[in-house]
């Protein structure tokens, strides 16, 4: 299965955006996660292993396994984040026999795949029985700033088209639930996590801010050249924003079993 990925080259400003975005998505994606010590976690789509290692740090004594189809991000998990084994697969076909795993994870990775239900019919295919399949994805048609931001919202316009021109879907979250109930899941639970920043959350503003500014630094091989300046515009309008402004973010989580 090709990939929609977006957001450039595996050089070191990208990785270390990616280790920064971990810790914050951690925060929330793995709120009502678990993983007993001994538990098999299997990190679909695990880039350059920032997520798999929140996990192996949320969760000790767990044994995890990345999975990636980008060669150069596994290699640079393998450097700066060496907690898990790293194997170059594909998520629609992975390389493990069934019920090999306890858990599977995969956070910002439906996004970029043509075919989500094959990936979760895989994931499906590898949990053991009474294990679960916990997914976070992405609605950007839920991104509200306020003052409107037209360089951000421009932004967001290009970046969805290009993801969408790849074979991605940058609102995939909205189609969890019936993605995994047609790969065969019989327990599904899916919820809406609320991310605002605002005058009564500044901390979340802060680090909402410099999440979006990120993403807006990251889209250079992703645009054309106008619309990398507009993005370098949203991302240093977004770090000079303050009281009085908000920004408002719903990703999806899912739990199947």
Avoid at 88 to 97: G, M, N, Q, V, Y
Avoid at 102 to 109: F, G, I, P, S
Wanted: aromatic fraction near 6%; proline fraction near 5%; charge should be negative.
């Amino acid at each position: 299965m090709s990939s929609s990925y977006v957001h450039g080259s595996t050089d070191e400003h990208e990785v270390e955006r990616l280790v920064v975005q971990a810790r914050f998505v951690a925060s929330f994606a793995l709120e009502r996660f678990d993983a007993p010590a001994g538990a098999r976690v299997l990190d679909l789509g695990t880039g350059v292993g920032a997520m798999a290692a929140e996990l192996a740090r949320r969760y000790p004594g767990i044994t995890l396994t990345g999975v990636d189809l980008s060669e150069a991000q596994l290699a640079a998990a393998r450097a700066k984040n060496p907690v898990a084994t790293y194997v170059h697969a594909d998520a629609s076909r992975l390389p493990f026999p069934d019920a090999s795993f306890d858990r599977v994870h995969a956070t910002w990775l439906l996004e970029h795949v043509a075919d989500p239900c094959a990936v979760l019919r895989e994931a499906r295919r590898v949990l053991a029985p009474g294990g679960f399949v916990h997914v976070c994805e992405v609605d950007n048609a839920s991104l509200r700033v306020r003052p409107p931001l037209p360089d951000l919202t421009d932004t967001f316009d290009a970046l969805n088209l290009a993801q969408a021109a790849a074979g991605g879907d940058p609102f995939v979250g909205r189609r969890l639930e019936a993605l995994a109930r047609e790969a065969g899941f019989g327990d599904v639970v899916t919820r809406e996590v609320l991310l605002l920043g605002d005058d009564a959350h500044p901390a979340m503003r802060e680090a909402l801010y410099e999440e979006f500014a990120g993403i807006c630094e990251s889209l250079d091989e992703a645009l054309a050249p106008d619309e990398v300046a507009r993005a370098r515009r949203a991302a240093a309008e977004l770090r000079a924003r303050g009281e009085g402004t908000s920004l408002e973010y719903r990703p999806v989580v899912l739990r199947a079993r």
